[in-house]
């Protein structure tokens, strides 16, 4: 099945850019989701990119795909204190359900002012 | 528009004891999912209704775990007996059918089995 990795942790001066990466496995996923967990809430989403895509850009968000290398990268651009919390990747595997998000582990982001 | 109400939010019991927790999506939203998160994961499909039926429940632990969404609107989630690896967050989702299946997540219900 679908696997997801993520580094755990990021930490980033206020202003910085953060970049957080996300490997897969499975080659056929079509859409690629980027989620956002605050403390004590549910997952909020950000942004994704369809599979033909190969960079996205929503205001302060950039998101890169490289389906050869199964990679993909969220950029977050003058990263506010605002933006710590845990960010997923989740791709969403031909045939599996649509509700079938692959989740990583997140990788947790930490702003320092 | 309202989002996608759970309720309760903390939950704490004994094992083998049972426990069930509700959902009321977003209006309109015809899909409704049940999602496990255990702590320092990221959450697992349980459940997947399209309307009142069962689109995948190919995760959910049948023996213990049950969902219904009676009329196609509101589900509720039980699990019975619980065990010590039932804790976890039960997050759930709703979304409307379309090609980018974006999915509107409830705050969660805090399970936690001593």
């Known amino acids: 099945g679908e696997d997801v990795e993520q580094s755990l942790f990021l930490s980033v001066r206020e202003g910085d850019s953060s970049v957080i990466n996300c490997t897969y496995t499975d080659s056929s996923s079509t859409y690629l989701y980027w989620y956002k967990q605050e403390p004590g809430a549910g997952l909020q989403l950000l942004t994704y990119i369809f599979s033909n895509m190969d960079m996205k850009q929503d205001q302060r968000l950039t998101v890169l795909l490289n389906k050869k290398d199964k990679h993909l990268s969220l950029r977050i651009a003058d990263t506010q204190t605002g933006d710590s919390a845990i960010y997923f990747c989740?791709?969403?595997?031909?045939?599996?359900?649509?509700?079938?998000?692959?989740f990583g582990k997140g990788t947790k982001l930490s702003v320092k002012p | 528009e309202a989002g996608v109400a759970q309720s309760p939010r903390y939950k704490i019991i004994e094992k083998r004891q049972s426990v069930a927790f509700w959902c009321n999506p977003i209006s309109g939203h015809a899909t409704l999912y049940w999602y496990q998160q255990i702590l320092g994961q990221g959450p697992k499909l349980l459940i997947q209704?399209?309307?009142?039926?069962?689109?995948?429940d190919s995760q959910l632990p049948k023996d213990r775990f049950s969902a219904e969404r009676l009329k196609g609107v509101d589900s509720t989630l039980k699990i019975q007996p619980a065990k010590l690896e039932d804790s976890a967050v039960y997050l759930c989702?709703?979304?409307?059918?379309?090609?980018?299946?974006?999915?509107?997540f409830g705050a969660g219900s805090r399970l936690t089995v001593l």
């Open positions: 989740a791709p969403s595997p031909l045939g599996g359900s649509q509700g079938n998000l692959i």
């Open positions: 989702a709703s979304s409307l059918r379309s090609g980018a299946n974006v999915l509107t």
């Open positions: 209704f399209q309307n009142n039926g069962v689109v995948d």
